[in-house]
């Protein structure tokens, strides 16, 4: 995860430190407890500054995006939105295009959650246009980019819609060519934490 900031075959203490808060941030992440999920923020991103460029860019990146998705989590969207847009103008931001992707599917997740409607209409277009330029349009990122295009306009007696897309995403969510989706965010438990 460290670049080697001492001899090769010496273990430096605080390498071990950062690789061991981090792992602990992502169980905690993992489990959803909002209390240590907030105190652990703070300590990954002060290791990201104490730590900057000594980081393997795979393991800053994936720490970065973990920590959009703990903000997600705890409903800080000012946060995330902050966190998102960093991210996309990191600039080696292209070598974890994965994460560049679901990237801009968290973005409009969290533009919704702002109430940023009239910017979210043009955000899910230039999103739809970039996934399917770069061939990564699948069933999971489809269904949650048209989800989205409607969920403004819902009203609460459309609680068929928000039901029937539950309904399509736990089955998204059992197939083998999905499942990677929901690895990167869980789309089925956002879906049922809305209430329109």
Known sequence: MIRSVTKPGNADIEDISVNSSFYKFQIVLKRKAVVEITEYIKTIEQLLIKYENKLLIDSELYIRFCIVKAYMLIKNYDKALSAINSMLIH???HKREDL?????????????ELKNYNLLNHLIRSTQRFL?????LYKTESLVLKFLKHLPELKQDDNLYL????????ILKKQSYEQNAFEYYDFLEWAKTLKL
């Open 91 to 93: 600039k080696l931001i």
């Open 100 to 112: 560049r992707f679901y990237l801009l599917m968290l973005n409009l997740i969290v533009h919704y």
């Open 163 to 170: 039901t029937s897309f539950i309904k399509k995403l736990s």
């Open 132 to 136: 399917s330029k770069q061939k990564r």
